[in-house]
């Protein structure tokens, strides 16, 4: 691995933790739901699903850019231990149903968005 991509990845993780920080903390939970868990992993997913896409139909995105907002920023934006953490909170206080639609909320959204982000980029 070379340093510029490195350093791609380093500046896309600061600043998807940080975005991560601040979408969170704007919608962290509604009568139980983790809404900033969804939105993060929501947004993340539609942005790798575009950059997937671009590669995909044959747009030239440099190896640097990748690894930015890729590996760097999606990275640090999404988060699946956060997730597995609030269902499982939600579990152990009974919660059943606000976790089944926490568990199948993530899924079914974000792979919608990856999909969505997929075709986006087909354009």
Known sequence: MNLRIAMAIALGGAFGAVARFYISGLLPVYRDFPVGTLMVNSIASLILGYLYGLLFWGFDVPPDWRAFFG??????????????????????EREYLIATLNILANVIITIALVFAGFMLARR
């Open 71 to 92: 590996t760097g920023f999606c990275g640090a934006l999404s988060t699946f231990s956060t997730f597995s953490y609030e269902t499982f909170s939600l579990l152990r």
